[in-house]
């Protein structure tokens, strides 16, 4: 089996191939790795399922870090399938340094949510509808607002960038509603 593994550095914010110091598997399912990355030399520890490619020779799919903090956050199955795809591809984008790609992707997370919820097509009139509906309070209806206008910054041509801090809290308050 390949000892190679593709795998998300924190540390350099970039998706790097390292090599495989130790793993623990039957080489034929889910496996754990230890790994140190080749730029920065810090160790990583995730988790890979193995495949077959098209010459039978085994490989390891792109590994999901655990730690130092995991790459993708817990999204529970409380959050619409479609939504939840929207938040692990903010998560991947702030793994990367695309901060306002991140704000973009929640905002579109929590326009499905408005959307299957309230009704509406725009995230402001959906969320005075919710607000109005006693669904959210108003403190969620500040962070809702706060959320739209960063994801504005995000899609719209603007001096302003995303920070790291905002497009984290971003993703963070967005599993939170």
């Not at 399922?49 to 999204?75: K, M």
């Not at 692990?88 to 992707?105: F, M, R, T």
């Not at 509906?133 to 108003?138: F, L, M």
Request: include cysteine; glycine fraction near 6%; proline fraction near 3%.
């Amino acid at each position: 089996m390949a000892n190679d593994i593709v795998i998300d550095c924190p540390h350099c914010a970039v998706r790097v191939t390292a090599k495989a110091t130790a793993w623990v598997g039957n080489g034929e399912e889910q496996a754990f790795f230890l790994v140190e990355c080749p730029s920065c030399h810090n160790a990583l520890f995730g988790s890979s399922v193995a495949y077959r490619d098209e010459f039978n020779n085994w490989g390891w799919d792109t590994a999901e870090r655990l730690w130092p903090t995991p790459s993708l956050a817990d999204v529970g199955p409380a959050i619409p399938e479609a939504a939840r795809r929207d938040i692990k591809d903010a998560q991947k984008c702030i793994s990367h340094g695309i901060y306002s790609a991140s704000a973009v992707l929640c905002g579109r997370a929590l326009e499905r949510l408005i959307k299957e919820k309230a009704g509406a097509n725009m995230i402001g009139k959906g969320l005075a509808e919710l607000k109005n509906k006693g669904v959210i309070d108003e403190r969620l209806f500040s962070w809702a607002e706060a959320l739209r206008k960063e994801r504005n910054i995000g899609a719209h041509a603007s001096d302003e960038d995303t920070t790291k801090e905002n497009a984290q809290d971003i993703i963070d308050f967005t599993i939170a509603i």
